[in-house]
């Protein structure tokens, strides 16, 4: 069990890295024979990772998504009303181990290596969710992971100007216990998040 288990997740990890990593083009169909083949595996832990793909809204009727314009807005328009409401109560309770948390992850957006940014891209607004301190929240963004990344990957790695400076202006917001500057400044980053990406797409 333990070892179909693990056949499984590496499944899902490598076939989830090659979707971020492009290899397969945007609608492409993946058939668990071909899958199957190209990982050296059965087609059982392939059926598992790509039952986990559609759940987590990378694979979509089998085939590698290809988000419309709709897709992308809907996407971000959840995100505002989800991490708006997050970073309101970031401002509202945040603790000093988290704000600290938050500075770092800024002073890598300056400094560090394109991945790098990206994991600290992606830790800045985990911190601030789970600021919220509410499961469902916590648990809705989670699962849109997968999703969130693709278009994480694209701001990152065309370099979207004034990304970090954004961050700063959030955390300053937090710091200063100022919700409703922090709720204004995170919706207008993930809109401009969201022009960049459909400019890009």
């Known amino acids: 069990m333990n070892q179909q288990h693990s056949a499984s997740d590496t499944a899902y990890e490598k076939i989830r890295d090659a979707i971020f990593e492009e290899k397969y083009e945007r609608g492409e169909k993946l058939t668990e ?4 083949e190209e990982l050296g595996v059965s087609r059982t832990p392939v059926r598992d990772a790509m039952r986990k793909l559609e759940e987590e809204g990378l694979i979509k009727d089998k085939r590698v998504i290809n988000p419309t314009i709709k897709d992308l807005m809907n996407t971000f328009d959840v995100r ?5 409401f997050a970073v ?6 945040m603790g000093p181990d988290r704000i600290e948390g938050l500075q770092r992850c800024v002073e890598t957006g300056k400094q560090g290596t394109t991945e790098e940014i990206m994991e600290a891209n992606k830790e800045f607004h985990d911190i601030i969710v789970r600021a919220s301190n509410n499961d469902v929240l916590i648990d809705t ?3 849109m992971q997968s999703v969130i990344f693709l278009f994480r990957r694209t701001v990152v790695y065309h370099q979207r100007p004034r ?3 954004e961050h700063e202006a959030i955390l300053e ?8 500057q922090a709720e204004s400044l995170m919706k207008s980053h993930l809109k ?3 022009d960049f990406s459909i400019h890009s797409w």
């Open 33 to 36: 024979v071909k899958l199957a």
């Open 80 to 84: 505002m009303l989800l991490e708006g």
């Open 88 to 93: 309101r109560q970031a401002a509202r309770y």
């Open 141 to 143: 963004i989670e699962r």
């Open 163 to 165: 990304l970090i400076e």
């Open 173 to 180: 917001a937090i710091q200063n216990h100022e919700e409703d």
């Open 192 to 194: 401009k998040d969201l």
